[in-house]
């Protein structure tokens, strides 16, 4: 749905982007992770036709980026982090005058437009301006806007930027649900914890160069170099305590009450084996489970070249 060939953006001689190629499949929510400066929105604005790159194309539904562009305007729809909203105008004004823009003729606009401020909850927001609303509807809006003309391809840039927790809960939710309707997305974003729960596929970008992309679950276990595991015991904390210290793939044992948190780097089995072990001495075990890496460990690990 999204391929990009050996992209390349230079400014003033330095490397924004450096021969970045990258395929994102149809029905994909790809999170595109990276610091400030990156190279993120600068991707992003290329797709989306407003930027032309040093070297390389993109081709999204098939079309390229650089030799049709039009073709490419009307398969997709970009979101910047920032956008211009008009003194003036209200909601339901604005996403008609989008409508109007791709084309979409009158007697279709009133049920589209009715159908977007529903499934992005501002219906009941359809007569307020638009410079009046909060942040986290502004956001709301310019999904909407990116909606009109029901594209297979969205690009969002930090789409949850300024916004608070229940309203990036909220655009999170709406993620998956575009993701069900079939949508493509490809979404940068800082906020690691929302990727995390919307996104099939990361990639993992820092000074313009793609440091590791995939599956999350692949680009997890490839940062992984071992289990980090953590138990909690009814009783005896004492034995449990002499059976983890003994065993020699345990490391970095810390414990606080009845609660056990250690380093593993041993295989599936070997953890199975020291669950038995901790059994077979009478502890009364109430959990005994893998912690799971965050995209934040992720990613400092990525960029501190763990992964090349």
Not at 144 to 169: C, I
Not at 195 to 208: D, P, T, V, W
């Amino acid at each position: 749905m999204i391929k990009i060939k050996d992209f390349t953006k230079k400014y003033d001689g330095v490397n924004a982007v450096d021969g970045l190629n990258l395929e994102i499949e149809e029905g994909d929510i790809y999170g595109f992770i990276g610091p400030n400066g990156a190279g993120k929105t600068t991707t992003l604005r290329f797709l989306a036709t407003l930027l032309d790159p040093t070297r390389g194309d993109a081709w999204i539904c098939g079309h390229s980026v650089r030799a049709h562009p039009d073709k490419v305007k009307r398969c997709m729809a970009f979101m910047p982090d920032h956008f211009g909203v008009y003194d003036g105008m209200r909601v339901w004004e604005y996403l008609d005058f989008f409508a109007v823009a791709y084309g979409i003729p009158s007697q279709k606009r009133l049920g589209i437009i009715d159908d977007i401020l529903v499934l992005l909850d501002l219906q009941t927001k359809s007569e307020d301006l638009v410079n009046g609303l909060s942040r986290g509807m502004r956001q709301r809006l310019g999904v909407a806007k990116t909606l009109v003309h029901d594209p297979p391809v969205l690009l969002l840039d930090e789409p949850a930027s300024g916004m608070d927790p229940r309203a990036r809960m909220e655009i999170t939710e709406l993620l998956k649900e575009l993701k069900n309707m079939g949508k493509t997305i490809l979404i940068s974003s800082h906020i690691l914890s929302e990727l995390a729960s919307c996104c099939n596929k990361i990639g993992i970008i820092e000074k313009g160069l793609l440091r590791a992309t995939g599956p999350v679950a692949d680009v997890v276990s490839r940062v992984r170099v071992h289990l980090v595991i953590n138990v909690k015991v009814l009783s005896d904390v004492e034995a449990a305590r002499k059976v983890l210290a003994a065993n020699p793939k345990v490391s970095n044992l810390t414990v606080h009450e009845q609660d056990f948190r250690f380093s593993f780097p041993g295989s599936e089995e070997d953890a199975a084996d020291l669950h038995a072990s901790l059994m077979k001495e009478g502890v009364r075990v109430l959990w005994f489970h893998e912690e799971k890496v965050s995209l934040e460990e992720v990613f400092l690990r990525v960029t501190e070249g763990v992964v090349a």
